[in-house]
């Protein structure tokens, strides 16, 4: 019996659009699994902020200060002084 390669176990992919256009493929054309877990509404919303909104609400919560630097609780400890 044939030993069966890669190629042949999983069949031709389509790479690739006829000259001159562009179209999904196989691989960039796939969706990604929708987000599950304790924390997927909390993610969804953040990936809907705008970047200004979402500086925000780092400076609020106290990750970053107005500079955009890290504070000193989320610093790693190479950087601590």
Excluded: C, N, W
């Excluded at 069966?4 to 000259?19: A, E, I, M, Q």
């Excluded at 200060?65 to 400890?77: F, I, N, P, S, W």
């Amino acid at each position: 019996m044939k030993k069966l390669t890669s190629k042949s176990v999983f069949g031709k992919r389509r790479t690739s659009s006829r000259s001159g256009t562009s179209g999904k493929t196989e691989v960039t054309g796939a969706t990604s699994a929708p987000l599950t877990g304790p924390f997927a509404g909390r993610v969804a919303r953040f990936r809907k902020l705008t970047p200004k909104a979402f500086r925000r609400v780092l400076v609020e919560t106290g990750i970053i200060d107005q500079h955009g630097e890290l504070t000193a609780k989320y610093r790693t400890a190479s950087k601590r002084k």
